[in-house]
């Protein structure tokens, strides 16, 4: 029902969240244009209650939303700059991730096959720096567009005032629930070597032939493994990775490491270490466990999913239990790479 704000209201959010979390938004509107968007947002009394979604891949929905959720739709994509060897692209904040992946390849321009097959939109991947395979967005961001909340109007952050950082981004931070992705312009290129540096990427393309390897090698191999190795959401709801890789200091590695020979971790500048987050979980006996509907998926430690119509609550219950094992057993906090929503909390 549409009412006459230009909203709907009581709207499902069930197709629009990857888990399959079944709430209800009290209003919702998709905006064709950054116009339209502007409109709609003149009509939100108050932006605390203001959730912006795009393919909702990243979220956790707690109950149903007593606000506002604007879902962009506007898709264009536009060339600001092109030579022969790098190109600037501005593309708009509905577009499907993988979509822009694939288009630009077909284009000929490198850069984006290691993100191939990441769910969601172009405006969220800024958000938390989406990576995978050994690249980061963030590497590849000329600026980021978008809608201050606080003028109304529209500005042009260059990609250093985004603060980029491990799944983190001032949108997270600074900008949380100021400002509203409504485009992001690319830098890409032509002639550039595909990194194939990541261990798991560096064996599927052995397997697949010999070196060299071109962009589209790295993009089909980046796809098998996804498509081997992660639930897909249309089968089983999910978001992903639930928890990042926490750090920890060197003493507290060392520590770790002479009780857990088996401890999975990665050396990072400044004598610090990122530790397996799935190892962790694992560890605490938590692969395969369930709460109600909500499990833990059985050969991805980090990846929580909708086993049989969990409510969020239930993903919350069992995220809180594991966040509480794995403290209490190594001392380390998780932190969430999933965007909690708790709708009711207002
Ligand atoms: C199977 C699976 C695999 C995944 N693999 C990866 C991976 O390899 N690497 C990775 O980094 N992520 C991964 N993700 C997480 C997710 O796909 C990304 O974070 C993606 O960028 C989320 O996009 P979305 O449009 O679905 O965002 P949503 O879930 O809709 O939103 C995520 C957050 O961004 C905010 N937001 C969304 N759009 C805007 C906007 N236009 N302006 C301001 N704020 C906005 C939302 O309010 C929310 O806080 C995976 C998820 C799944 C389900």
Redesign the pocket.
């Given at each position: 029902m549409k009412n006459k704000l230009g909203f709907q209201t009581s709207f499902s959010l069930k197709a629009y969240?990857?888990f399959g979390i079944d709430v209800r938004a009290a209003y919702f509107a998709s905006p064709r244009s950054i116009g339209e968007m502007q409109e709609l947002c003149h009509l939100v009394p108050d932006f605390k209650r203001l959730?912006?979604?795009?393919?909702?891949?990243?979220?956790l929905l707690v109950g149903d939303f007593p606000g506002y959720v604007i879902h962009?739709i506007f898709q264009r994509i536009e060339v600001l700059e092109e030579n022969a060897d790098r190109c600037l692209w501005r593309v708009e904040?509905g577009v499907n991730?993988h979509f822009l992946v694939s288009y630009s390849l077909q284009q000929g321009w490198q850069g984006l096959e290691n993100?191939a097959l990441?769910?969601?939109?172009v405006?969220?991947?800024p958000?938390?720096?989406?990576?995978?395979y050994g690249i980061e967005i963030a590497e590849f961001i000329y600026a980021v567009e978008?809608l201050d909340l606080s003028s109304f109007q529209l500005l042009t952050l260059p990609k250093q005032a985004c603060e980029f950082g491990y799944?983190d981004s001032i949108?997270k931070k600074a900008l949380k629930n100021k400002?509203?992705?409504?485009a992001i312009i690319l830098e890409l290129f032509r002639n550039r070597q595909p990194n194939t540096e990541y261990s798991t990427l560096k064996q599927e393309l052995e397997k697949m032939k010999a070196s060299p390897y071109s962009t589209q090698d790295v993009f089909e191999a980046v796809c098998r493994i996804?498509r081997r190795k992660?639930?897909?959401?249309a089968t089983v709801g999910?978001?992903?990775?639930f928890f990042k890789n926490p750090e920890i200091d060197f003493k507290h590695y060392t520590l770790l490491k002479e009780k857990h020979p088996d401890l999975v971790a990665f050396a990072l500048p400044g004598k610090r270490y990122k530790i397996a987050a799935g190892w962790l979980i694992e560890k605490c006996g938590w692969k395969g466990r369930a709460i109600g509907g909500a499990a833990v998926h059985p050969h991805h430690a980090l990846?929580l999913v909708n086993k049989k119509d969990a409510t969020g609550h239930e993903i919350l219950r069992l995220a809180e239990a594991i966040e509480k094992d794995v403290y209490e057993n190594f001392g380390i906090t998780l932190e969430r790479?999933v965007?909690v929503?708790e709708g009711n909390s207002f």
């Open positions: 969240n990857t959730l912006v979604l795009g393919g909702g891949s990243n979220v962009p904040a991730w993100l990441i769910p969601g939109s405006g969220a991947a958000i938390q720096n989406i990576g995978a978008g799944r949108f400002f509203i992705v409504t996804r992660l639930p897909d959401p999910n978001a992903g990775s990846v790479e965007n929503i």
